[in-house]
């Protein structure tokens, strides 16, 4: 199975598991009537909605490039990542309202304990599948399955955290313990969006790699430059799994096109290896345009 495959094939999933952890959430909320774990089911609708939308967004970035989108169709998934954000922002505000109503008139929970044990699987179910939506978004650059496994991960963290709060509710027989969980649900959800969302406009902004990234480029790039004098106005940006790289390397005004280009096609071909979805370009320009003095024994970026 190639990585393409097997990533489309865990977004199909994320919306069945999405599916299977609401419904196992609002049955212990149909149980308890707990207004901290009907804020934990209305978080999983968004869930549901945001893996859809990842689905649509990795199939959308696969396809080729095009007449109307001639560097690819990879920022698809930065507009899912974008709506998962905003839909968690209506979900908190849901979630407050109904906090509103619960504050009005508290009421003791029914059948506790079942409750909070289906709300328990269903955390756990969430974290396992989270840790792996995480594991491969990172590894194989995907922006919309790292941000619905990030914003899982984050609904395992509140759902452990009511159901700590509500069995202190149970114990001690304060009510109002469960509005107060919700409150503090639709805070740390509110928070998540806008980390979401934070992120996701970086990625449209045409946001250059790390610090570190960079640095490995600069060093594929030195040490696969051999008959090239110097390499200036390094430029990156990420466009969902891509990563786009362009520079200047400066040459001999002597040497011929067909020897420029095998230095250039050394180049790309060391980037790719390093990094499988890079699009390189590379411009050639004569030694009178070098930035730096001749006479050093590496090729030197500018």
């Known amino acids: 199975m190639t990585s393409k495959e097997k990533i489309q094939r865990l ?11 609401m419904g196992l959430k609002y049955l212990a909320y149909h149980l308890t009537g707990s207004v901290a774990l009907y804020s934990d089911a209305l978080e999983s609708v968004v869930n549901v909605i945001a893996a859809a939308a990842a689905f649509w967004a990795i199939r959308v970035s696969h396809k080729p490039a095009d007449q109307d989108h001639p560097y690819g169709h990879h920022k698809a998934e930065y507009f899912s990542a974008v709506l998962e954000g905003v839909l968690i922002v209506l979900a908190a505000l849901l979630i407050l309202r109904e906090v509103w109503f619960a504050w009005q008139e508290p009421r003791a929970l029914e059948q506790p304990w079942l409750g909070l044990a289906i709300n328990g699987a269903a955390a756990a179910v969430n974290a396992g599948w989270a840790q792996l939506l995480i594991r491969n978004g990172r590894r194989h650059r995907y922006p919309a399955l790292l941000a619905d496994g990030q914003h899982i991960m984050t609904d395992v963290i509140t759902s452990v955290g009511v159901i700590i709060g509500l069995v202190g509710a149970v114990l001690t027989g304060w009510t109002i313990l469960d509005p107060a969980l919700a409150v503090i649900v639709a805070l ?38 051999k008959g090239a004098i110097e390499v200036h106005d390094l430029k990156t940006r990420i ?44 411009h050639v320009e004569p030694d009178d345009e070098a930035k730096l003095p001749k006479g050093t024994t590496a090729v030197p970026f500018a």
């Open 11 to 21: 977004a199909a999933w994320s919306i069945a598991v999405a599916f299977g952890v």
């Open 188 to 225: 740390n959800i509110l928070w998540q969006g806008w980390h979401v969302i934070g992120s996701s406009l970086q990625g449209l902004m045409d946001v250059a790699v790390d610090h570190e990234e960079t640095l490995r480029i600069r060093d594929v790039i030195s040490a696969n430059s």
């Open 239 to 282: 466009a969902g799994r891509a990563v786009f790289i362009e520079f200047h390397l400066v040459v001999e005004a002597e040497m011929s096109v067909g020897d420029s280009h095998v230095i250039c096609d050394r180049i790309e071909e060391a980037l790719k290896a390093e990094i499988p979805s890079v699009r390189v370009t590379i």
